[in-house]
T-cell receptor
Framework: QKEVEQNSGPLSVPEGAIASLNCTYS??????FFWYRQYSGKSPELIMF????GDKEDGRFTAQLNKASQYVSLLIRDSQPSDSATYLC???????????????FGKGTLLTVNP | DTGVSQNPRHKITKRGQNVTFRCDPI?????LYWYRQTLGQGPEFLTY????????KSRLLSDRFSAERPKGSFSTLEIQRTEQGDSAMYLC?????????????FGPGTRLLVL
C-alpha cells in the first residue's frame, strides 16, 4: 500500500511564529511533491511543489525535501491568522498498474495561527 | 485561463436517487481526476482519465459509480442508487500531460448530501 503520512494536528502557533508541517511517504521512487492549502469548505489550492532534494523558497513558504529519508516538510515563516487552514501533502507515485504516475494525498494537518 | 469548473456546486438528494456531476477541466489539460473528500480526511482518489481513456478506478469505487469523459474534454460522474454514505465533497482536478512532475489543479467541488 503506497501511503503519505501527516500528523493530523491540530498544530497551533502564535502569530509571527514559524509553523512546521511534516510529511513522510512510502514510495522510494516518488519524484515530485506538493503542498496544498485547503480552507474549511473550500477545495485544495496548490501553494508549493518541489522535485529536488534541499530547500525551495517562495515568499514566506519553504518546502524541504529529503528523498533518502522519504520526508518532505513545509515551513511557514511569520505565520498569519489567514494561514489557518488544513495543509495537504501530496506525492506523485506510480498507480496500481505501475505504468502511470498518480497523486496520492495525506490526510492533512490542521494549522491554527492565533492572533 | 478560466480554471477547473464543476456543476452543480451543491446537491441534496434522497437515498436511492441517481445524481450526476459535471467537471470542465482547464483547456489543453489532458488528464482529469475525480476525488471524494469527507470531513477531516484528505482527498480520496476515485478515478482518472488521460484524454478519453479511463486509466484507473479505485477499488473503493463501487459499481454504483461510473465516470465518463467521452470526447476527452469535460467529464461526468454518476452515482446510482445513492446511499447516505455517499455524502461528501466530490472534487475534480486536471493536469497537463502525465509523468512525475505533473501538477494538478482543483475545481471548487460539488458537495453532495444524501438524506
Amino acid at each position: 500500500q503506497k501511503e503519505v503520512e501527516q500528523n493530523s494536528g491540530p498544530l497551533s502557533v502564535p502569530e509571527g511564529a514559524i509553523a512546521s508541517l511534516n510529511c513522510t511517504y512510502s514510495d522510494r521512487g516518488s519524484q515530485s511533491f506538493f503542498w496544498y492549502r485547503q480552507y474549511s469548505g473550500k477545495s485544495p489550492e496548490l501553494i508549493m511543489f518541489i522535485y529536488s532534494n534541499g530547500d525551495k523558497e517562495d515568499g514566506r513558504f519553504t518546502a524541504q525535501l529529503n528523498k533518502a529519508s522519504q520526508y518532505v516538510s513545509l515551513l511557514i515563516r511569520d505565520s498569519q491568522p489567514s494561514d489557518s487552514a488544513t495543509y495537504l501533502c501530496a506525492v506523485n507515485m506510480f498507480d496500481s498498474g505501475g505504468s502511470n504516475y498518480k497523486l496520492t494525498f495525506g490526510k492533512g494537518t490542521l494549522l491554527t495561527v492565533n492572533p | 485561463d478560466t480554471g477547473v469548473s464543476q456543476n452543480p456546486r451543491h446537491k441534496i438528494t434522497k437515498r436511492g436517487q441517481n445524481v450526476t456531476f459535471r467537471c470542465d477541466p482547464i483547456s489543453e489539460h489532458n488528464r482529469l481526476y475525480w476525488y471524494r473528500q469527507t470531513l477531516g480526511q484528505g482527498p480520496e482518489f476515485l478515478t482518472y482519465f488521460q484524454n478519453e481513456a479511463q486509466l484507473e478506478k479505485s477499488r473503493l469505487l463501487s459499481d454504483r459509480f461510473s465516470a465518463e469523459r467521452p470526447k476527452g474534454s469535460f467529464s461526468t460522474l454518476e452515482i446510482q442508487r445513492t446511499e447516505q454514505g455517499d455524502s461528501a465533497m466530490y472534487l475534480c482536478a486536471s493536469s497537463f500531460i502525465g509523468g512525475p512532475q505533473e501538477t494538478q489543479y482543483f475545481g471548487p467541488g460539488t458537495r453532495l448530501l444524501v438524506l
